[in-house]
Every structure is written in structure tokens, then in C-alpha cells.
């Protein structure tokens, strides 16, 4: 079955970086747009970064300059690189895999990443 696996959050001083990975498995990787999310407690979940199935990437305002999605469609995995963290980036960090056409979707299951001195 499809299976996403997110790795690489942890505890960082703000202005530190972290590199976070999403690991798919059971799916053809490369026809499915990308996108990360992250969620705090008590509020919704928020579109971080996108890449698509042809290599586009889209980022929140928020993050925009900071961090930088990629894709390496031979090891099927999605990479958030996460610069210049600041304690409001601190929350749950999830990736997300889309098929637009087939509309279907995959979540998963989330990296904590906690900025903090």
C-alpha cells in the first residue's frame, strides 16, 4: 500500500535549518505532485510548499526565501529544506502526495520540528 514517511524535524535555535524528508513508497512517485504542510495546535493546516510532477514549486508567503522544496523522483522522496527557522515555523510538518487527475491523495504522518533558544 502507499506509505509516506517524513523524517528529519527536531529541536533548532531560531536562524538555525533543518532538512526534512518524505519517503514514499507503493506509488508511482513521479506522476504525483508534492506538497508540505504544517500544523500547530488549535489552528488549521497550512500549505507550506508544493512541487509538482514536472519540477514547479510553489511556496507560502511566509516561508518564501526561507525554505525550498524538492523532489528526487529516483530515490521517491520529497526534501524541505528549512532556513533561517523562526519559533512561529515550529509545528507539525506533513507531506502530502497528490495525483490531480486521478484525485487521489496520500498523508504522512508527520515530523515535529521545535524552534526554540
Request: hydrophobic letters at 35%; glycine letters at 12%.
Amino acid at each position: 500500500q502507499v506509505q509516506l514517511v517524513e523524517s528529519g524535524g527536531g529541536l533548532v535555535q531560531p536562524g538555525g535549518s533543518l532538512r526534512l524528508s518524505c519517503v514514499a513508497s507503493g506509488m508511482i512517485f513521479s506522476i504525483y505532485d508534492m506538497t508540505w504542510y504544517r500544523q500547530t495546535p488549535g489552528k488549521q493546516r497550512e500549505l507550506v510548499a508544493t512541487i509538482t510532477s514536472g519540477g514547479s514549486a510553489y511556496y507560502a508567503d511566509s516561508v518564501k526565501g526561507r525554505f525550498t522544496i524538492s523532489r528526487d523522483n529516483a530515490k521517491t522522496t520529497a526534501y524541505l529544506e528549512l532556513n533561517s527557522l523562526k519559533p512561529e515555523d515550529m509545528a507539525v510538518y506533513y507531506c502530502k502526495a497528490h495525483w490531480v487527475r486521478a484525485g487521489r491523495e496520500y498523508w504522512g504522518q508527520g515530523t515535529q520540528v521545535t524552534v526554540s533558544s
